[in-house]
């Protein structure tokens, strides 16, 4: 999935466990599988971003003039 796919997948998911919460009564598998789908979308996203370190024209490891 690419970056914009995984930010609507989060936002979906943030809107679907915010209707889960406000039913009553709660349906907890339902509200823990949000969480974990919430969690590994997080995750994606974070792993999907590049690094300081391995951002284009990082300093790091380059010698000073």
Do not use: F, K
Request: glycine fraction near 6%; hydrophobic fraction near 35%; charged fraction near 30%.
């Amino acid at each position: 999935m690419c970056l914009d796919q995984l930010m609507g997948r989060y936002s979906r998911l943030r809107q679907e466990l915010a209707v889960a919460y406000r039913e009553r009564p709660w349906h907890g598998a339902r509200i823990d599988r949000l969480a974990d789908d919430l969690v590994a979308t997080e995750r994606a996203i974070a792993s999907s971003q590049p690094t300081d370190d391995h951002r284009e024209g990082s300093s790091l490891g380059a010698s000073a003039p």
